[in-house]
């Protein structure tokens, strides 16, 4: 071998060297990318973690999960969380009264009757209810909505559980609407056809043929939208008020978690106090019940993939 | 015997007609109430929103209240989560699609990332808060906004610029594989070209979506009542959903009215926003037949 060949040889091997180290570099930086979520899951869970210990250290875990009278602001404290579980509750038993039979009509409608023309025209309107800021709704329930429930009710008060309630609704409707529908339409044809050869009528092919065939896929959308409902914050806080209160009834002022954390961080609370802690509790708790509602809709739609394959 | 059928036929044929009249009303009602909601919020803003309302600053007199710093604040926001958000979004979905094996690392990412896009914004604020605002000590600056928004659409970039990527045909791939090309060359000059129009897609519909939240921000501490436009990433601001929550709060009608023509503003931006990516995904669909 002459001594220009082993040189081109060799800077042939460095830059296949400095290639492959490139490639490498590359690869671990887009992993790096990647891994930010999971250091996002890490970092919230560790800030909701550590902050709430030290709220906790305070306020015992009973006496927060159960005591009821929510009061971090007047004295004598109380950290009782009752009072926002039952308005969150309150909202979102309202908001799936309406979103969740409208939103599997309306799914219905689009998936079985609707011309191919009706659904281009639908789903358009569809996506444009779905990407309306929440802020929007909230001013649409102040001004649309709680005037009309104070001329039915004249008992309703301005701010009211039940505004957010139907505000929360319609807002979640869009998201019923679209995932039912992907359910209905992932039915195989022939489950259709069979039903209809048989002599089924429409309402008896999509009440017993397509509904429970389609089954595991609305309820995972059903717990899905009742997720978002618990976490929507700005409709809320605007329809509803922010005043903690232990009630059923729908047509008082309420507090949900989420118009807490809002109403507390609005008010230039200091750091280190306990009120200040008690928004990361309620954080906590919020993140918690969200989490379980969504991992519990990822199961139950994962049941729902595993019997068309 | 047939006349017994007979009825029960027309019965079971009556329920279903009542019943597809029924979804067909549940429906419009749908869009019935996207009328009614556009209808208010027109009737109420149309009225106070001029030049004047899109120059000025805010202020308590309604007749001279504007929503310039929001517009600002709204724009400074979007293109620093912008900025933070898309190459991250882009890396992780290049590594998701092109790099990781189906193992344990990548479905965990996976798993990750969808229970991510459940979390409620108000979550995301609280996060920023702890994190951004005061570990950082990024004060309440747009960056600190920005870097909260970053996170909290972060999620959905990254599904959809999978998705991009995913459809680009493996032809593409073999073929410049084939040729010589390292895997970076292939991604960097065949798949990233072929995916940009659904990755941009993508990306304009989440930016949308951050330029609508506003209960993480008031969390980060953006500004309600402010009187000058953001300078640097460092400089506090207001967004124009706040604006508009701040207003719609207030008793008297006058403000409802600007929260109204401040909603009105929002809307075209969002409608602007939405319609570009209705075009890019339009234009992508022709290229690729």
Request: proline fraction near 5%.
């Amino acid at each position: 071998m002459t001594s220009s060949a082993s040189n081109k040889l060799k800077c042939g091997l460095q830059r296949q060297r400095g290639r492959e180290w490139r490639e490498s570099a590359i690869r671990s930086g887009l992993l790096m990318c990647a891994l930010v979520s999971v250091l996002t899951t890490a970092a919230i869970i560790g800030v909701l973690a550590f902050e709430s210990s030290t709220f906790f250290r305070e306020v015992p875990v009973t006496e927060f999960l159960f005591g009821t009278r929510w009061a971090p602001l007047l004295e004598p404290r109380s950290f009782g969380v009752l009072p926002l579980l039952c308005g969150t509750l309150l909202v979102v038993a309202g908001a799936g009264l309406i979103a969740l039979p409208m939103g599997l009509g309306s799914a219905i409608y689009l998936s079985e009757f609707a011309s191919s023309r009706m659904r281009t025209l639908l789903k358009p309107v569809l996506e444009v209810l779905a990407g309306i800021p929440t802020v929007v709704y909230g001013y649409f329930a102040l001004t649309f909505i709680t005037p009309l429930l104070q001329d039915v009710f004249p008992s309703t008060e301005v701010y009211n559980a039940a505004s957010g309630a139907i505000v929360v609704g319609i807002m979640v409707l869009p998201m019923v609407t679209s995932l039912c529908d992907d359910a209905l339409r992932a039915v195989p044809d022939s489950m259709r056809t069979a039903g209809y050869a048989l002599g089924a009528t429409q309402f008896e092919v999509t009440t017993r043929v397509l509904t429970p065939a389609a089954l595991s896929g609305i309820l995972a959308a059903f717990v899905l939208a009742l997720s978002r409902a618990v976490g929507e914050t700005m409709a809320v806080t605007l329809a509803s008020g922010s005043t903690p209160n232990l009630t059923l009834n729908p047509l008082e002022q309420i507090q949900t978690m989420t118009s807490f954390i809002v109403s507390i961080s609005k008010g230039d609370t200091p750091a280190g106090t306990i009120e200040y802690q008690s928004l990361f509790a309620v954080g906590a708790l919020l993140f918690v019940i969200t989490l379980a509602m969504n991992v519990a809709s990822n199961r139950i739609m994962r049941r729902f993939k595993e019997s068309y394959e | 015997m047939t006349i017994l059928a007979d009825s029960r036929l027309r019965r079971r044929w009556a329920i279903s007609g009542a019943f597809r009249w029924l979804c067909r009303g549940i429906t419009m009602f749908g869009v019935l109430m996207l009328g009614v909601l556009i209808y208010q919020v027109a009737e109420a803003g149309l009225p106070w929103l001029d030049w004047q309302f899109i120059t000025s600053l805010p202020s308590r007199f309604p007749e001279k209240a504007g929503v310039k710093p929001a517009i600002w604040g709204t724009v400074w926001l979007v293109a620093l989560t912008a900025l933070i958000s898309v190459p991250v979004g882009i890396a992780a979905a290049l590594y998701l699609e092109e790099y990781a094996h189906k193992g344990r690392i990548s479905t965990f990412i996976e798993v990750n990332i969808s229970n991510l896009a459940g979390v409620p914004s108000v979550v995301y604020g609280i996060l920023g808060l702890a994190v951004f605002v005061r570990w950082f000590a990024l004060g309440h600056s747009v960056l600190a906004g920005a870097l909260t928004m970053s996170l909290l659409i972060l999620p959905v970039v990254i599904t959809s610029s999978r998705e991009a990527v995913r459809a680009v045909p493996d032809s593409l791939r073999h073929a410049a594989l084939a040729l010589g090309s390292t895997r970076w060359q292939m991604i960097r000059y065949h798949v990233i070209p072929a995916a940009l129009p659904g990755i941009l897609t993508g990306v304009i519909l989440s930016l949308s979506r951050a330029i609508g939240e506003t209960a993480p921000l008031i969390l980060v501490g953006a500004a309600v009542y402010i009187g000058f436009t953001p300078d640097s990433p460092m400089s506090e601001f207001a967004v124009l959903p706040l604006q508009v929550y701040e207003w719609s709060g207030r008793p008297q009608s006058e403000f409802r009215e600007l929260a109204a023509a401040g909603i009105l503003v929002l809307l075209v931006v969002l409608v602007v926003m939405n319609a570009s990516a209705v075009y890019l995904r339009h234009r992508f669909q022709k290229g690729r037949s």
